[in-house]
């Protein structure tokens, strides 16, 4: 039995050889997204954002159980050097505070025990650069 190609066939076969060959490439130039302008970051406690800050000034925030039910007891969330990290909680693996710090827009901290998301918040621009 041999194999017969219409046209069709070998437009898809370029087309998918093309788009592999561009993705290696360009794969190859992106060094990754980088952060642009001025971030913020929300704490989205229970699906809702109950708290907004600048990443650009150092702080420590508390969460108080008391007046979030959800958390399993107080948690710290920590802002330094333009990055964010929760370094006190209380859940049974402690892996919001295992993560450590974060500093790139839409990567975030998930704490699924105690229904808090925090997450850096504005723009972001692609850097491509030239092998040498």
Avoid at 30 to 53: C, E, F, P
Avoid at 112 to 131: A, K, Q, Y
């Amino acid at each position: 039995m041999s194999l017969k190609f219409n046209r069709s066939d070998i437009f898809i076969l370029i087309a998918s050889i093309i788009l592999v060959i561009s993705f290696v490439i360009g794969s190859n130039y992106l060094t990754g997204l980088t952060n642009k302008g001025d971030l913020k970051v929300d704490i989205n406690i229970s699906g809702r954002i109950a708290y907004t800050y600048s990443l650009n000034e150092d702080r420590i925030i508390t969460l108080k159980k008391d007046d979030h039910p959800s958390l399993l007891g107080d948690m710290e969330i920590e802002i330094r050097d333009n990055k964010v990290r929760v370094s006190k909680e209380q859940s049974p693996l402690n892996y919001c505070s295992k993560q450590g710090f974060v500093d790139k827009v839409a990567r975030p901290i998930i704490c699924l025990p105690n229904e808090v998301i925090v997450i850096i918040r504005g723009e972001i621009s692609f850097d491509w650069v030239m092998p040498s």
